[in-house]
Nanobody, 126 residues
């Protein structure tokens, strides 16, 4: 059974940093792309960042490009999201996700992902 467990969320002032982690178990982690999504109250879940199975390619939403960095450690079955220069509009529940199939590209829409973590709250105060 595939499990994804996020950690690292919290309350931070604008301009601050946080690092989220997502620990995966239940299958060969290094075979699958990983992504981070977020959902703010009253809004749809949106793509934040994604990384291919090898770690060689990364993708970002325009709203976080240059501030957030996604990475993975396949030896630790963990994907990370380093978030710098945080803004109040980054406030949301952050989810890590992975598809059930090996994909050649990193999908940016939630319906392409079958496995989700429970989410971790990130709150940025102004």
């Amino acid at each position: 059974q595939v499990q994804l467990v996020e950690s690292g969320g919290g309350l931070v002032q604008a301009g601050g940093s946080l690092r989220l982690s997502c620990a995966a178990s239940g299958r060969t982690f290094s075979n699958f792309n990983m992504a981070w999504f977020r959902q703010a109250p009253g809004k749809e879940r949106e793509f934040v960042a994604g990384i291919k199975w090898s770690g060689g390619s990364t993708y970002y939403a325009d709203s976080v490009k240059g501030r957030f960095t996604i990475s993975r450690d396949n030896a630790k079955n963990t994907v990370y999201l380093q978030m710098n220069t945080l803004k109040p509009e980054d406030t949301a529940v952050y989810y890590c996700a992975s598809p059930s199939r090996v994909l050649g590209v990193v999908a940016i829409t939630p319906e392409n992902y079958n496995y989700w973590g429970q989410g971790t709250q990130v709150t940025v105060s102004s």
